[in-house]
T-cell receptor, first 116, second 116 residues
Framework: ETGVTQTPRHLVMGMTNKKSLKCEQHLGHNAMYWYKQSAKKPLELMFV???????ENNSVPSRFSPECPNSSHLFLHLHTLQPEDSALYLC???????????????FGPGTRLTVL | GENVEQHPSTLSVQEGDSAVIKCTYS??????FPWYKQELGKRPQLIID?????GEKKDQRIAVTLNKTAKHFSLHITETQPEDSAVYFCAASRPGNSGGYQKVTFGTGTKLQVIP
């Protein structure tokens, strides 16, 4: 599959479970992002990685833990989540120049997360 | 931080009519303004973007205008078709503080319904 892929597509977990979301980009981009999309809310930026280094943490609770082992893969580790964390989690990637030149972000299909 | 406001939240138009969605932003450092279309159950996809050194851009039935002084930008869709029905998000993006990534703030979305 080309572009940005995410697994799993759907996930139901209890508040005491530990799970991980996976994102992979096949576009050779240097920046990867996690977003949360809740009903009637804008997409919220959670984390940003550039060349494997975390460059932004948008005040996200510690029960969400990102990991970026290389520039193509991004994980979001989940533990002791709350029901209000139920949402669509979208991964995206983009190519950004060192001088800050910006371009389109390519999104994955998302993981629909339900916390019981 | 950046604040992006988007109006209206819902918009219904007759097929063939025009649709206009407006956004305002607050951070003068934002210099890239993409518009994304998200169909039900699908990922957001870029439909048009504009950079801060340009006032207007057009791509077939879609156009975007930017007023940097007033910090607002708009999406115009002409000759609307039923397949244009979706949620549209505006966004304002600026280079990240440490470079090499984008900090994107999204609007709350406009649900466009085109009535055949």
């Amino acid at each position: 599959e080309t572009g940005v892929t995410q697994t799993p597509r759907h996930l139901v977990m209890g508040m005491t479970n530990k799970k991980s979301l996976k994102c992979e980009q096949h576009l050779g981009h240097n920046a990867m992002y996690w977003y949360k999309q809740s009903a009637k809310k804008p997409l919220e930026l959670m984390f940003v990685y550039n060349f494997k280094e975390q460059t932004e943490n948008n005040s996200v609770p510690s029960r969400f833990s990102p990991e970026c082992p290389n520039s193509s893969h991004l994980f979001l580790h989940l533990h002791t989540l709350q029901p209000e964390d139920s949402a669509l989690y979208l991964c995206a990637s983009s190519q950004v120049s060192a001088s800050g030149g910006q371009d389109e972000q390519f999104f994955g299909p998302g993981t629909r997360l339900t916390v019981l | 931080g950046e604040n992006v406001e988007q109006h209206p939240s819902t918009l219904s138009v007759q097929e063939g009519d025009s649709a206009v969605i407006k956004c305002t932003y607050s951070d003068s450092a934002s210099n890239y303004f993409p518009w994304y279309k998200q169909e039900l159950g699908k990922r957001p996809q870029l439909i048009i973007d504009i950079r801060s050194n340009v006032g207007e851009k057009k791509d077939q039935r879609i156009a975007v205008t930017l007023n940097k002084t007033a910090k607002h930008f708009s999406l115009h869709i002409t000759e609307t078709q039923p397949e244009d029905s979706a949620v549209y998000f505006c966004a304002a993006s600026r280079p990240g503080n440490s470079g090499g990534y984008q900090k994107v703030t999204f609007g709350t979305g406009t649900k466009l319904q085109v009535i055949p």
